[in-house]
């Protein structure tokens, strides 16, 4: 009996120890080192697709413009520090398609464009070609988010300098100057970046671990404040799986709209976007991004003599995919 009762004790710690040795690898795939971990001079791509519809009320008649917006991205470590990485970023390509009540408009860096035209697409279209035949040479932490463009000043203001060729005259010609001076702004270039880049913890995180984004954003001349809330869902291979629910509203301290003499408020902007993410454990950047965003608003439009208000809600979808 001692002999019997001895043989099956060891057989079921020797079936235990086999089953906890199994368990232990397995406990280890479900971590990863989710930061930017770029090989040095190698250029990685990426391509950002997204559509919009914006349905806007003014005095009740629906208003609705479609937009479609595509951005190739390359970008290249060229140093790093224990605190940062040091990138050369190309914007490849900008396109942008907008179809305004059957009015469409459209421009594209892949063309010379014309400064001096009357059509703002053309301008638009010089201003996207410039800006993508310049390199930026960007600082980003090691969770993706930039924390400096080094040549911002140098390329707004080389880019800046050509608008003086413009021949419009009037309220055309501001809106499109402030358009080109947003587009080439600081805050703009590191939105266009983050957009891709800004997606991590930073360091290492199990199944199930939570990590939150918080961010600032100007979109059409609203500053909006976001909050991304990540979760890891799982390892499968070298992809991190991960889902973010992202809330987004006016900030407090928004500043209203100026256009055209009016002034244009949305306090009371509110919005979410969830996604899908599937992130490279390798180089910590994006393989795949679906995400779906709904914004409603209701715009206080004032100026000398007359206010209204005009409801608003703004519905998108972006993919945001790795290049081979």
């Known amino acids: 009996m001692?002999?019997?009762?001895?043989?099956?004790?060891?057989?079921?710690f020797l079936l235990s120890a086999i089953a906890v040795?199994?368990?232990?690898?397995?406990?280890?795939?479900?971590t990863a080192t989710l930061k930017l971990n770029l090989e040095k001079n190698k250029t990685y791509r990426?391509?950002?697709?997204?559509?919009?519809?914006?349905?806007?009320?003014?005095?009740?008649?629906?208003?609705?413009?479609?937009?479609?917006?595509?951005?190739t991205m390359s970008i290249k470590m060229i140093d790093a520090t224990p605190e940062f990485l040091v990138t050369e970023i190309h914007f490849d390509t900008i396109t942008t398609k907008t179809n305004t009540m059957g009015k469409v408009e459209s421009f594209s860096s892949t063309v010379e464009g014309d400064i001096k035209s009357s059509e703002t697409s053309k301008i638009m279209s010089y201003?996207?070609?410039?800006?993508?035949?310049s390199a930026l040479y960007v600082k980003l932490d090691y969770a993706g988010q930039p924390l400096e463009v080094l040549n911002s000043k140098i390329l707004s203001e080389m880019?800046?300098?050509?608008?003086?060729l413009i021949t419009l005259t009037g309220p055309t010609a501001s809106a499109i100057k402030t358009q080109i001076a947003s587009t080439?702004?600081?805050?703009?270039?590191?939105?266009?970046?983050?957009s891709f880049?800004?997606?991590?913890?930073?360091?290492?995180?199990?199944?199930?671990?939570?990590?939150k984004i918080f961010d600032q954003v100007s979109s059409g001349g609203m500053l909006l404040a976001i909050t991304a809330s990540n979760r890891l869902d799982g390892i499968k291979?070298?992809?991190?799986?991960?889902t973010v629910e992202s809330d987004i509203r006016a900030p407090e301290n928004a500043p209203p709209i100026k256009s055209g003499g009016a002034t244009v408020t949305y306090n009371n902007l509110r919005g979410i976007s969830k996604s899908s993410l599937v992130v490279d454990t390798g180089t910590g950047l994006v393989t795949e991004n679906k995400s779906k965003t709904s914004i409603s608003a209701s715009l206080g439009v004032s100026a000398p003599g007359f206010s209204m208000e005009i409801p608003m809600v703004i519905n998108g979808e972006t993919v945001i995919t790795g290049q081979k």
Do not use: H
């Not at 001692?2 to 079921?12: C, G, H, P, V």
């Not at 040795?21 to 479900?30: D, N």
């Not at 600081?186 to 970046?193: A, E, H, I, P, Q």
């Not at 913890?201 to 199930?208: L, R």
């Open 2 to 12: 001692d002999l019997f009762f001895n043989s099956q004790t060891m057989k079921k």
């Open 159 to 164: 880019i800046l300098k050509d608008t003086s």
């Open 46 to 71: 990426l391509r950002s697709a997204s559509k919009q519809t914006v349905v806007q009320t003014v005095s009740g008649n629906q208003q609705t413009v479609e937009s479609e917006v595509l951005y």
């Open 184 to 194: 080439v702004s600081d805050n703009n270039l590191k939105t266009m970046v983050k």
């Open 127 to 133: 201003i996207m070609n410039r800006l993508s035949k």
């Open 237 to 242: 291979g070298n992809n991190a799986l991960i």
């Open 21 to 30: 040795m199994c368990i232990v690898p397995l406990m280890s795939q479900q």
């Open 197 to 211: 880049t800004w997606n991590l913890p930073g360091g290492q995180v199990s199944t199930g671990a939570e990590w």
